[in-house]
């Protein structure tokens, strides 16, 4: 089976840390993607990235960035927390030029206080 | 731009009732088109998906959907639902192409009540 794994299930950071959630698939998946989820809006792409050290912006960039080193892992990093980023955070992988499925972490439930 | 619409936010079926969740989508094209679960603290499962072909798409834990393309609608069904169906479902679209899953939108999803 096709495992994504998210480092923290739950996260407690006060405004202004610098926080980073951690992603890693086993699938040697080109593709990573990361979404925050939030009541009512549904999933937004964040940052997406289709090969070690390339990345790509989504819709809601602004206040994120990423790092992929590692082909299995991708990091989303909040430079500095506010509390408008108190969110659910997916990660996702998949094949390069695949549109028709992706495989999902558990999430992570960020909270900034 | 394509976009996908779930009218139902919430919605409360008995155990052993039929389920529908709707979901419409807006694209110049037949796109592609998902059903994602959500189960409580977890991931998103994909259910099904629909690319071409035979209309009626079946899937894991019982599920099927349809494709209409006059009312440019995807609904979600299943004859019988289970009190492990409460879940949060998503309905999701993307363009034909070999552009990426990064082009894929998401609905805002439905949550599903399971009640005895």
């Known amino acids: 089976d096709v495992k994504v794994t998210q480092s923290s299930r739950y996260l407690v950071k006060r405004t202004g840390e610098k926080v980073f959630l951690e992603c890693v698939q086993d699938?040697?998946?080109?593709?990573m993607f990361w979404y925050r989820q939030d009541p009512g809006l549904g999933l937004r792409l964040i940052y997406f990235s289709y090969d070690v050290k390339m990345k790509e912006k989504g819709d809601i960039p602004e206040g994120y960035s990423v790092s992929r080193e590692k082909k299995e892992r991708f990091s989303l990093i909040l430079e500095s927390a506010s509390t408008n980023q108190t969110s659910m955070y997916l990660c996702?992988?998949?094949?390069?030029?695949?549109?028709?499925?992706?495989?999902f972490g558990q999430g992570t439930r960020l909270t900034v206080v | 731009a394509q976009s996908v619409t779930q009218p139902d936010i919430h919605i409360t079926v008995s155990e052993g009732a039929s389920l529908e969740l709707r979901c419409n989508y807006s694209?110049?094209?037949?796109?592609?088109l998902f059903w994602y679960v959500q189960s409580p603290g977890q991931g998103l499962q994909l259910l099904l998906k629909y690319f071409s072909g035979d209309t009626l798409v079946q899937g894991i834990k019982g599920f099927e959907a349809e494709f209409k393309r006059s009312q440019s609608s995807f609904n979600l069904r299943k004859p019988s639902v289970h009190w492990s169906d409460a879940a949060e479902y998503f309905c999701a679209v993307g363009p034909p192409d070999s552009g990426g899953y990064q082009k894929v939108t998401f609905g805002i999803g439905t949550k599903l009540q399971v009640i005895p």
């Open positions: 694209y110049g094209a037949t796109p592609y």
């Open positions: 996702a992988s998949n094949w390069l030029r695949s549109n028709t499925e992706a495989f």
């Open positions: 699938m040697d998946h080109e593709n």
